[in-house]
């Protein structure tokens, strides 16, 4: 199984609204990504935590607030976003050690209204 | 600073055609190489990936030539199929970084015509 799932799918949201983006896997791996991706461009590192801790961050804006409550689960917490942020939001996960494959989910379309 | 330049941007061939895209990189710390095939609204799908000590990987359709000493790569897409039709992205993995991270190429549109 290299299945990333991503909730909710799609998601609108007000300028005033907080929002949180759930990514799972069950690979074990132990690194896992947020991306943001624009339309016609290749995805944008946004944070990676390794073994559940924040290891880097892509000096995102603080109203993007990420959460790894385990090894399987990644959160992308929202608030006070502006319409610029309107993307598909990526999660993907790795296994450790040499070279080794990075699968991506589906992605979270969210429109900022 | 783009690490890894793809080309061409985009590309239209008839079906049954061959697809080459290419890539080069940089970063001589790179150690793995991965192509990811994404539709509209979908995420990216890893299609066939290439370690440094190999210089050509098949699957099925779809090979990887490695150039290591011009850090160079190619995806060639053989009897190219009308839903092969999407956008590629080369990558490149750095282990030097946490978490190994990926660098991207700036993607190419693949049209396929039936």
């Known amino acids: 199984d290299t299945e990333v799932t991503q909730t909710p799918k799609h998601l609108v949201m007000g300028m005033t609204n907080k929002k949180s983006l759930k990514c799972e896997q069950h690979m074990g791996h132990r690194a896992m990504y947020w991306y943001k991706q624009k339309a016609k461009k290749p995805p944008e590192l946004m944070f990676v935590y390794s073994y559940e801790k924040l290891s880097i961050n892509e000096s995102v804006p603080s109203r993007f607030s990420p959460e790894c409550p385990n090894s399987s689960l990644l959160n992308l917490h929202l608030h006070a976003l502006q319409p610029e942020d309107s993307a598909l939001y990526l999660c993907a996960s790795r296994g450790q050690g040499m070279a080794t494959e990075a699968f991506f989910g589906q992605g979270t379309r969210l429109t900022v209204v | 600073q783009q690490q890894v330049k793809q080309s061409p941007q985009s590309l239209i061939v008839q079906k049954g055609g061959i697809s080459i895209i290419n890539c080069a990189y940089e970063?001589?710390?790179?150690?793995?190489f991965p192509w990811y095939q994404q539709f509209p609204g979908k995420g990216p799908a890893l299609l066939i990936a290439i370690r440094p000590d190999v210089s050509e990987k098949k699957e099925g359709r779809f090979t990887i030539s490695f150039n290591k000493s011009a850090k160079q790569f190619s995806l060639h897409i053989m009897d190219s199929q009308p839903g092969d039709s999407a956008t590629y992205f080369c990558a490149a993995s750095d282990p030097t970084t946490s978490g190994s991270r990926l660098t991207f190429g700036e993607g190419t549109q693949l049209t396929v015509n039936p």
């Open positions: 970063n001589t710390a790179f150690d793995y």
